[in-house]
């Protein structure tokens, strides 16, 4: 099983930038990739920004533009750049395995906590 461990979250005001880094040890299958979920309170969690087999990216529709997911896979480091942070971007970031194209969720990170002020 890979183990996740999350980094970079903190406290900002609106307009500025984060970034956040996943840093995963152990072997991963091929079809497993690796994306950023977050959860705000009182809200159901959601994705923010995945990775695709190909090494393609997407990103959700209310963070496009501001931020930017990226692999290193050399360090096999996973890390989302939020930039222009808005106050309902605050939540808990978390960092998750998964099987390409599914919700079967393999790992998860122990989530590190964003929060913006206005």
């Known amino acids: 099983q890979v183990h996740l461990a999350e980094s970079g979250g903190g406290s900002v ?3 500025g930038s984060l970034r956040l880094s996943c840093v995963a040890s152990g072997a991963t299958p091929s079809d497993v990739v690796m994306g950023w979920f977050r ?3 009182g809200k159901t969690r959601e994705g923010a920004a995945g990775t695709d087999r190909d090494g393609s990216t997407a990103v959700a ?3 496009m ?3 930017t997911i990226s ?3 050399d ?3 996973l890390y989302l750049q939020m930039d222009n942070l808005k106050p309902e971007d605050t939540a808990v970031y978390y960092c998750a395995t998964y099987i390409c194209g599914t919700t079967q ?3 998860w990170g ?3 906590q964003v929060t913006v002020s206005s």
Do not use: L
Request: aromatic letters at 8%.
């Open 13 to 15: 005001q609106a307009g």
């Open 39 to 41: 959860k705000a309170p």
């Open 61 to 63: 529709d209310d963070v």
């Open 65 to 67: 533009g501001r931020f």
């Open 71 to 73: 692999k290193d896979n």
């Open 75 to 77: 360090k096999n480091t």
């Open 105 to 107: 969720f393999k790992s």
């Open 110 to 112: 122990q989530g590190t």
